[in-house]
């Protein structure tokens, strides 16, 4: 079935810098790749998705790229605030059992 | 639009004990999921409904787990009876139509089992 592995684990970076968020996954089906941002005590929300026909996409200050060959994705921020802190997952679906298989998450701290 | 609802928030109970959740997705969604997210992981998919079929519950543990949505909208998860190692997040999603759609979340019922 589908892995997905998230890197780095943690990360910490300077309000106004930019973080990236790398993701792979194993299942060369795999169609459709969302990013998920969750605060602490709350839900799991989606901010930016990617599906398999695109390799860009960019969203004010959030853009998402997608490496098929080497089944890749990855998260960039840029222009960080305090308020990006959270945790941030991938998630990987549409492989052979079309469901969304979650990294382990990638802690963001910006320092104001 | 109301998001996913889901009831109640927290609950503590005793090992052994039965607990159950409840969830309402948003108006219009057909595929329904249940998840479990642990302390510091991310969400685990138990069961996924497709209106009121479920379509794969095959990481759902079946000696103590249950889950039902008989008429193709809200759904309760059960657990019976509950172990320590049940201690976490169960959250339930849900999204217009195949497991590749945008997938919208419930706020979580927090699972503590003393």
């Known amino acids: 079935g589908e892995n997905v592995e998230q890197h780095p684990s943690t990360l910490s970076v300077q309000e106004g810098d930019s973080a990236v968020i790398k993701c792979t996954y194993s299942d060369s089906a795999s169609n459709y790749f969302p990013w998920y941002k969750q605060e602490l005590g709350k839900r799991p929300q989606l901010i930016i998705d990617?599906?398999?026909?695109?390799g860009e996409k960019k969203d004010q200050r959030i853009a998402v790229t997608l490496n098929k060959t080497a089944k890749h994705f990855s998260l960039h921020i840029t222009e960080t605030q305090p308020e990006d802190s959270a945790v941030y997952f991938c998630a990987a679906s549409g492989g052979s059992q079309g469901n969304l298989i979650f990294g382990k998450g990638t802690k963001l701290s910006v320092k104001p | 639009e109301a998001g996913v609802v889901q009831s109640p928030r927290y609950k503590i109970i005793e090992k052994k004990q039965p607990v159950a959740f409840w969830c309402n997705p948003i108006?219009?969604?057909?595929?329904l999921y249940w998840y479990r997210q642990n302390l510091g992981q991310g969400p685990e998919l138990l069961i996924r409904y497709e209106n009121e079929e479920a379509v794969d519950d095959s990481q759902l543990p079946k000696d103590r787990f249950s889950a039902e949505r008989l008429k193709g909208v809200d759904s309760t998860l059960k657990i019976q009876p509950a172990e320590l190692g049940d201690s976490a997040v169960y959250l339930c999603a849900s999204s217009q139509q195949a497991s590749a759609d945008t997938q919208y979340f419930g706020p979580g019922t927090r699972l503590t089992v003393l």
């Open positions: 990617i599906r398999s026909n695109v």
């Open positions: 108006s219009g969604h057909n595929t």
